[in-house]
Every structure is written in C-alpha cells, then in structure tokens.
T-cell receptor, first 110, second 114 residues
Framework: GENVEQHPSTLSVQEGDSAVIKCTYS??????FPWYKQELGKGPQLIID?????GEKKDQRIAVTLNKTAKHFSLHITETQPEDSAVYFC?????????FGAGTILRVKS | DTEVTQTPKHLVMGMTNKKSLKCEQH?????MYWYKQKAKKPPELMFV???????INESVPSRFSPECPNSSLLNLHLHALQPEDSALYLC?????????????FGQGTRLTVV
C-alpha cells in the first residue's frame, strides 16, 4: 500500500520567514496530494491540494510543488505569521484512501 | 459551505456503555469516512461509505459499528470500548470516493474511555 513520509517533524521559523515541508510517497498510482492544517482541538482543514497533471499550484502565501518522477511534493509558506502555527499533514490519495504523512509541527515565532 | 458537523464534541464513557457518534454534511457528498486520531499522530482511516454502502473497513474491531442512515448522516456506534480506544474521532466527506476529490473534515469528537 501507499506510504507517505514527511519531514521535518518540527519546524521553527521567525515571523516573516518562509517555511518548507517535504513529503515523499511510494505508490506511483497516487495522483492527488492534499495538505491539511490542524490547529489544537480542531479537525484537519484542507489548505491546498495538487493533482498529478500539475507541477505547481499557488494560493496567496502558500504553494505546493509536485515532482511525479521523484515521487515527492512540498508545501511552501511565505511571509509566515503567528497564526500559521499548527500541525501540517501531507497526504496522498491511493485506491480511494487518503494516506497521511506523520505531520509537521510548525511554530512561527514573533 | 464546506461544513461537516460532528456531535458530541466531547464524550466520556465507561467500558460497559453504549454510545453513538454522529456526523452530518449537507454538501451533497456521496462518500463519508470515519478516522481515528491519537495524540501527535496523523488520522487513521477506519471506514469508508460510498453511496450509503460500506466500501472499506480497515479491519476495525467489531466494538465499533458504523451506520449510514442516509446520504447526509453517518453514525459510529460504540460498545464495550477499551481505554486504548480513547482518541479524537474524525468524520470526513467528499464528493465521491475516486481519487482527486477533496475531503473535508469535521471538528471531531474527543472520546475518553474510563
């Protein structure tokens, strides 16, 4: 089955800096890659996604890139703000299932 | 509206109790999911319903019993749980179960088994 690895497990950045979280997946049949943000005590919130026919997608301060050949995808957050502090999960869709990475705790220091 | 509503938000139950978790969405989605999330871990898939029929059961113990009364509602019936079943239970929905469809999560039910 699909296996998703996510790095780093924790990331601390200064407010205004950029943050990058990277994921790799194993199943070449996976073709949908969402990113979720989870704040304390809340459910995961879909923040951006990318499909296998696209290499990059951007939405304001967040962007996602996908390299299907290398089977990795990344989340980029620019001009980080304290409210970006949360746990971020990448995921890959395979055989009707979403398989999640282990998560990255992002701390934005003001 | 991308809202998935779960009730209750918190639940404490004894090991001999029977309780139910409820999930509702009005987005016209035909796929609904139950996930279990332990602290500091990613969500783990438990069940998938597609067009009100159970399509995936990830080898979940029978003390968890899902039910999909209609296309908008999803229940999870709990009976004879163990303390290790304490977790955040998340419901999600998507337009369909195929790849490429966005899944939206509810806020979860924080379950404590005592």
């Amino acid at each position: 089955g699909e296996n998703v690895e996510q790095h780093p497990s924790t990331l601390s950045v200064q407010e205004g800096d950029s943050a990058v979280i990277k994921c790799t997946y194993s199943d070449s049949a996976s073709n949908y890659f969402p990113w979720y943000k989870q704040e304390l005590g809340k459910g995961p919130q879909l923040i951006i996604d990318i499909r296998s026919n696209v290499g990059e997608k951007k939405d304001q301060r967040i962007a996602v890139t996908l390299n299907k050949t290398a089977k990795h995808f990344s989340l980029h957050i620019t001009e980080t703000q304290p409210e970006d502090s949360a746990v971020y999960f990448c995921a890959a869709s395979s055989w009707d299932k979403l398989v999640f990475g282990a998560g990255t705790i992002l701390r934005v220091k003001s | 509206d991308t809202e998935v509503t779960q009730t209750p938000k918190h639940l404490v139950m004894g090991m001999t109790n029977k309780k139910s978790l409820k999930c509702e969405q009005h987005m016209g989605h035909r796929a609904m999911y139950w996930y279990k999330q332990k602290a500091k871990k990613p969500p783990e898939l438990m069940f998938v319903y597609s067009y009100e029929k159970l399509s995936i059961n990830e080898s979940v113990p029978s003390r968890f019993s899902p039910e999909c009364p209609n296309s908008s509602l999803l229940n999870l019936h709990l009976h004879a749980l163990q303390p290790e079943d304490s977790a955040l239970y998340l419901c999600a929905s998507s337009r369909d179960t195929g790849d490429n469809t966005e899944a939206f999560f509810g806020q979860g039910t924080r379950l404590t088994v005592v």
